[in-house]
C-alpha cells in the first residue's frame, strides 16, 4: 500500500506560476516512478510529468517548457512547479506512484486530485 498526499492547487492567473507537491507513505520502497497526471473538464486523464526512480523523465508536448518534475527520493517527495500557466492548464491534478507488485505487475496508486484553475 502507498498513501499519497497532494497540496499546492489553486487559483493562479495566466502567466503565473504554481507548484505542487506529493508526499508518498506506505510502501514506498517498491516505487518505480512518480509523478503527475490531469483530468480537464470533459477530457480524459493525460500525463503530465513523471520521473522514474533513475530520473527518467517524460513530459507531456503540452508543457514541455514550462513544467519541471523533481523528486526528492529520500524523502518520498514528488513535485511540480508550474510556469507560465494558461487557462487550459485548469484541470484537476493527481499525483501518481507507479509500483511493481510481488507478481512483477505494475500498479499505480493516485491521490485524491488537487484543483488547479487558471483564470484572471
Known amino acids: 500500500q502507498v498513501q499519497l498526499v497532494e497540496s499546492g492547487g489553486g487559483l493562479v492567473q495566466p502567466g503565473g506560476s504554481l507548484t505542487l507537491s506529493c508526499a508518498a507513505s506506505g510502501n514506498t520502497a517498491s516505487i518505480l516512478a512518480m509523478g503527475w497526471y490531469r483530468q480537464a473538464p470533459g477530457k480524459q486523464r493525460e500525463l503530465v510529468a513523471t520521473?522514474?526512480?533513475?530520473?527518467?523523465?517524460n513530459y507531456a508536448d503540452s508543457v514541455k517548457g514550462r513544467f519541471t518534475v523533481s523528486r526528492d527520493f529520500a524523502k518520498n517527495m514528488v513535485y511540480l512547479q508550474m510556469n507560465s500557466l494558461k487557462p487550459d492548464d485548469t484541470a484537476v491534478y493527481y499525483c501518481?506512484?507507479?509500483?511493481?507488485?510481488?507478481?512483477?505487475?505494475?500498479?499505480?496508486?493516485w491521490g485524491q486530485g488537487t484543483q488547479v484553475t487558471v483564470s484572471s
Open positions: 520521473m522514474s526512480n533513475p530520473g527518467r523523465l
Open positions: 501518481n506512484a507507479a509500483l511493481i507488485t510481488r507478481q512483477l505487475d505494475r500498479y499505480d496508486y
